[in-house]
Each structure stands twice: as C-alpha cells, then as structure tokens.
C-alpha cells in the first residue's frame, strides 16, 4: 500500500493551491482526480481570461450560515498575495469594474502556475476513488488503481456546478459518511427562467443588454441584464440568483437613472404629437421601449392622449418590473453551488473537521459562496492555504 503524508481529493482551483502550500510544510502529497484534465474550471472561467481575484474580497462579499466563518482564512491569505503569485509567474492581466482581475491572456496560464507551484507533488488523473475510510489516525482511499494510505485528508472536489466538466457530489458523500451536516445545496450565480406569460416579453427582446438595478433578499446589485429565450441572464441576474428563492418575486428597475413616469409626463408636456414608443425610444433601446409599449396596448398610442395613471403604469412597468422566476438553468449553467459542508462542523482556521481529525473540506464544498466576479476564486485560494499550511 502506498503511503502519502497527505491526499488530496480533487485537482481544481483549490486541490492544487492546497498542494503547493502543503508542499511548503515539508508534506509528501498526492492530488488525485476522475478528470482527464486539471482545473477545468479555471480554463473556462472569465471568457477564458479568468477572474482569478477579486481586491475587494471580504467576509461581506460572501454568502453561509455564518457569515463570519470564511473571514480567519480571508484574513491571512489576501488578494494581494495571489496577485503576487501571479506576477512572479509572469502573467499580465487588468482591472475591470469593482476590484475584478482577469488575466490579459488565456487562463490556462494561472493553471500552469498553480502545477507549477505544487511541483514536487504528485498529480494523478484519470484515477477514480472507489472509497474512503479511516483507519487508525489516518484514512485509505480505495482507487481504481490500489489502496493509498494518507495521514491527512483534503477533500476538494467542488461542489455540483457545471457537471459536464466533471462536477459530483463527492464531497457531501464523504461529509455525510463522516458525520457532517450539510446546509441544502442549490445552484447559484445561475441564469433565471420563468413562465411563458413572461417569456412574451423576453423572448422578442433575447439578446438585449441594458443595465439594471435589483435589490432583493440582502442583496444589492446594478449591473448589466440579458435577456435570453429561456429569461433572464447577466452579471446583475447572477449575482440575485444567490438571494433568490424559489417562488419570490424580484422587482427590477431597467432604467435606474430615470423615472421614466417623469420623463414621459414632461416629453407628454412639450411635444404630445409624438408617440408613447418614440419617446420611450429616446431614453431606453428601441426594442425595449416597443416591447413594453405594446405590451400595455400603447404601440401605436400618443403621448398626448395618455392621462398621468397610464404614464405612472409605464413608468412602473420600467422601473419597478414585478415578476416570479419559475426557477434557474441548473447546475448546467451555475457557476457555483450555493450551500455545501455546515461550517459549524469546521475549524475556521484550518478548514479541519471539528470531530473528525486529519480530514479537511476546501473551496467550493463548503457552506461559503462568494459574489460574481474573482470571490470565489478568492475563497479557493484562501480556504486552500489555510488546510494546506495545517496539514
């Protein structure tokens, strides 16, 4: 049987940081993983670019039960240490809107990196863990290839988010069968769908792009929206998704610079020849404004025949857009999954379990989501150095 001072299950973003810091404390480690390929997820991730941080992390920009639990790891491994990473290695990138990196090329970059940096380590792919128990104070993984004795245990095999790179449950089997709570899971920063009746309006307008604001469940956001064939979709729909619950209604302004009832009253006031459309045409997209004209019966209205109720009505219906989702795309399309490993159940600084000594939980199988845009990479890292430097 071959024997590692530590084993770590899962070769994504946070198996393999996990790896390198480990490395750094004299550990013998092996990664192993059921893909053909390391860290998928990285290659995918911002367009290709990879929005590998995030400057303004902070246990805020985090979803869990305890909202303060990612905040040790968050604390002793910060953004600017992981851009340091990056520019030790060479790799250019920019700043894009609110603290987000990405890097200036492929993201295949920060995976080289991070392979890198875990050199040393053993990485074996294509290998598929039967089982895993303890034994003594130590655990043995059953693999496809033999028995591998580990002293330590990291689990990082993500959550259930995108499973046609390779996502599983694995690691809430492995924390139900250790005895671990888990907090429901469901998929998060994920496009919404809805009925058909709503679909009337975002059907004609797929593909259209406008900036929106959304305040719901806690959650604050103005960003850009999408519509799409299926609903809705864009960074500011993403980033609700998270505060969203099956069967809530979400209020969105389409328009949030504007009161569009205002705009209306006045245009109605010193040029009431003209068309409701037109001049809703003149402070939102062309379609847009047909769209909702005509679906209050105003396609071909003029402003001057329309009292101050109707006007109210179209200004509600832009800056005030009341609709329930009828659900998301699925871990299909969601970015990550939201809920995971009950963090009552962990040592915040060492992402240890409590009752369980020598077994870790990383990354995205834990009960901490971050926002759209670098935070979840950013939690990768963080909860990654943290098991890492304990091992």
């Given at each position: 049987?071959?024997?590692?001072?530590?084993?770590?299950?899962?070769?994504?973003?946070?198996?393999?940081?996990?790896a390198g810091s480990a490395l750094g404390q004299g550990?013998?480690?092996?990664?192993?993983?059921?893909?053909?390929?390391?860290?998928?997820?990285?290659?995918?991730?911002?367009?290709?670019?990879?929005?590998?941080?995030?400057?303004?992390?902070?246990?805020?920009?985090?979803?869990?039960?305890?909202?303060?639990?990612?905040a040790s790891a968050l604390a002793r491994y910060r953004p600017a240490a992981f851009v340091d990473l990056v520019n030790r290695a060479g790799i250019s990138w920019h700043e894009k809107t609110l603290g987000q990196l990405f890097c200036d090329g492929k993201a295949t970059q920060v995976t080289d990196m991070l392979l890198d940096r875990m050199r040393g380590a053993e990485l074996r792919l294509e290998t598929r863990v039967v089982?895993?128990?303890?034994?003594?104070?130590?655990?043995?993984?059953?693999?496809?290839?033999?028995?591998?004795?580990?002293?330590?245990?990291?689990v990082a095999t993500g959550g259930k988010s995108i499973p046609k790179i390779g996502a599983?449950?694995?690691?809430?089997?492995?924390a139900r069968q250790f005895g671990l709570r888990l907090v429901e899971q469901r998929p998060a920063l994920v496009p919404l769908t809805f009925a058909e009746q709503d679909l009337a309006l975002c059907r004609p307008l797929a593909g259209l792009s406008v900036e929106a604001r959304i305040s719901h469940g806690g959650g604050l956001f103005r960003d850009a929206l999408l519509f799409t064939h299926r609903g809705?979709?864009?960074?500011?729909?993403?980033?609700?998704?998270?505060?969203?619950?099956?069967?809530?209604?979400?209020?969105?302004?389409?328009?949030?610079?504007?009161?569009?009832?205002?705009?209306?009253?006045?245009?109605?006031?010193?040029?009431?020849?003209?068309?409701v459309v037109t001049a809703l045409a003149q402070v939102l997209p062309e379609r847009l404004a047909q769209a909702v004209a005509g679906?209050?019966?105003?396609?071909?209205?003029?402003?001057?025949?329309?009292?101050?109720?109707?006007?109210?009505?179209?200004?509600?219906?832009?800056?005030?857009?009341?609709?329930?989702?009828?659900?998301?795309?699925?871990?299909?399309?969601?970015?990550?999954t939201l809920g995971g490993i009950d963090t009552r159940d962990l040592d915040a600084k060492t992402l240890q379990a409590r009752q369980v000594p020598g077994l870790f939980f990383i990354g995205e199988c834990v009960d901490v989501t971050g926002w759209l845009g670098g935070y979840n990479f950013q939690w990768a890292w963080a909860s990654a150095d943290a098991a890492g430097r304990a091992v």
């Open positions: 049987m071959e024997h590692f001072d530590l084993v770590i299950l899962g070769a994504g973003a946070a198996g393999l940081f996990c550990r013998r480690v092996l990664v192993l993983d059921h893909a053909d390929k390391p860290a998928e997820k990285i290659r995918i991730s911002g367009g290709g670019r990879c929005n590998f941080t995030n400057l303004a992390t902070g246990p805020d920009r985090f979803l869990s039960g305890n909202p303060r639990f990612a089982s895993v128990t303890q034994e003594g104070m130590g655990f043995v993984i059953r693999s496809q290839t033999g028995l591998i004795r580990a002293d330590r245990l990291v599983t449950g694995m690691a809430y089997d492995l809705l979709s864009g960074p500011v729909i993403l980033q609700i998704s998270s505060f969203w619950q099956p069967g809530e209604e979400l209020q969105i302004d389409l328009a949030p610079d504007l009161d569009i009832a205002a705009v209306l009253k006045d245009a109605r006031a010193s040029n009431g020849r003209i068309a679906e209050l019966g105003l396609a071909k209205a003029r402003l001057a025949d329309q009292p101050n109720r109707q006007l109210e009505a179209l200004g509600r219906r832009v800056n005030a857009w009341r609709l329930r989702p009828v659900g998301t795309e699925g871990y299909r399309t969601a970015e990550v």
